[in-house]
């Protein structure tokens, strides 16, 4: 079961969260409408190649990460958009772009945009193409320990 491991680590910190199944969607747009919410409100994970390490990128869906602002954010020498071949294998739990933003479960770094930061709710995808969870942004924060900053430009 693609959600059960991000399920357990919520439960096991006390959080308390909303699960929400939602017609198949790919793009964090088209699951934001898909659950009736606004595309601000939608996170969605882009996977970065930072210099020699993968991160997550975590912006509001309408959003479109900035390479020039992670790496300002970041002092790397490198930042590139991670290709699935680079990613595909580091999340087993999950379908292949719906994993959920909390990188300590998957030995990443997280960085989150400040436009989602000063929301008070989070909605992301929970390992497959048709689950979200939707939580406090202060127990996102206190649990994956995000760096914040502005790394996006609206597309």
Known sequence: MPMERLR???DDNDIEYIVMTHSKAYTAQR??????IPGKEMAKTVILQ???DLVMAV???PEKVSLLKVKELTGADEVDLASEK???NAFPDCELGAMPPFGNLYEMDVFV?????ADDEIFFNACSH???IRMKYDDFNRL???RIGKISIRE
Not at 31 to 36: E, K, L, N, P, R
């Open 8 to 10: 357990n680590y919520l």
């Open 31 to 36: 699951i934001a409408a898909a659950a009736h």
């Open 50 to 52: 930072v210099d020699d």
């Open 59 to 61: 912006l509001p869906a």
């Open 86 to 88: 680079d990613f595909g």
């Open 113 to 117: 945009d400040e436009k989602l930061a």
């Open 130 to 132: 048709r689950d979200l």
């Open 144 to 146: 994956a320990a995000p």
